[in-house]
């Protein structure tokens, strides 16, 4: 069997036990981390070295960043997804031994800043950055690769996916615009492993440190974990590890996982 795991850790110094923790409780065999928050030369390497994870990272100083863990060294590492003038660190994509090729993304949140609700430079860059994705994606299936894409997708896919939708209308997760370009990638021939195997609605991975989110059950659906459709009956289970979001000096996301024969 092969386990992955994606988890937004929201800065990996800051949630180094956890993760720790994490990796020693389900023994993964691949790892999709983001906001990873760390450059490289501030990246725990050796740490990880020694739970037995080689890492690769797109690294961004205070935000941002993305990363995978492998337990097996990881080939043709690639963080281009886009042709960019100041380039965020939001993608990077690997080979495995077996030529799966395995890709952890921090999508934009494309809301304003708040000093400027009108302002939709964010938004754009989302919509564009998707639809940069959406079409390597399409590449890559096209030439037959077997793909895994894990990561923070900041889309609330559907109404059932967050506590209260009314409050998120006018919101960059759920605007039409972005569940349209992020439906053009649900509908390519990937399954959604966490939407397979948790129909139900309500099944959250993010609850915001504010407002009490987490104990009063305040959470939202925005990570994702992607594989071939013609995979699909390899999925044995897949799920979001709740508990770890009670977790001490944890991220407000909790990790997603999908295990496959």
């Known amino acids: 069997m092969q386990k992955i795991i994606s988890w937004n850790v929201a800065s990996i110094r800051a949630r180094m036990l956890a993760l720790e923790k994490l990796l020693a409780q389900e023994n993964p065999d691949i790892v999709c981390l983001q906001e990873i928050k760390s450059e490289e030369n501030n990246f725990p390497f050796f740490e990880l070295k020694t739970l037995g994870y080689e890492a690769v ?56 800043p708040e000093k400027d609700p009108e302002d939709k430079t964010r938004l754009a860059y989302k ?75 309500n099944t959250y991975s993010f609850w915001d440190f504010q407002m009490g989110a987490w104990p009063r059950n305040k959470g939202i659906l925005l990570d994702a974990l992607f594989i071939n459709s013609d995979r699909e009956k390899m999925i044995e289970s897949a799920g979001v590890y709740k508990e770890v979001r009670g977790w001490d000096k944890t991220s407000d996301h909790a990790p997603i996982y999908l295990a496959l024969k």
Do not use: C
């Open 57 to 112: 990272i797109n690294g961004q100083k205070s935000y941002n960043g993305v990363a995978i863990l492998s337990k097996e060294k990881l080939i043709n590492i690639n963080t281009k997804l886009m042709d960019e003038e100041v380039p965020q660190a939001r993608f990077i994509e690997a080979q495995m031994s077996d030529g799966t090729v395995v890709i952890s993304v921090y999508v934009p949140n494309g809301n304003p």
């Open 127 to 201: 919509l564009k950055w998707m639809n940069a994705l959406n079409k390597h994606i399409k590449q890559l299936l096209s030439a037959g690769n077997k793909v895994i894409l894990g990561g923070d997708f900041n889309v609330i896919e559907r109404d059932t996916d967050v506590y209260n939708p009314d409050l998120f209308r006018d919101n960059a997760l759920m605007l039409p615009e972005v569940r349209e370009v992020y439906g053009e990638l649900t509908s390519l021939p990937i399954t959604n492993a966490i939407r397979l195997k948790n129909p139900e609605p």
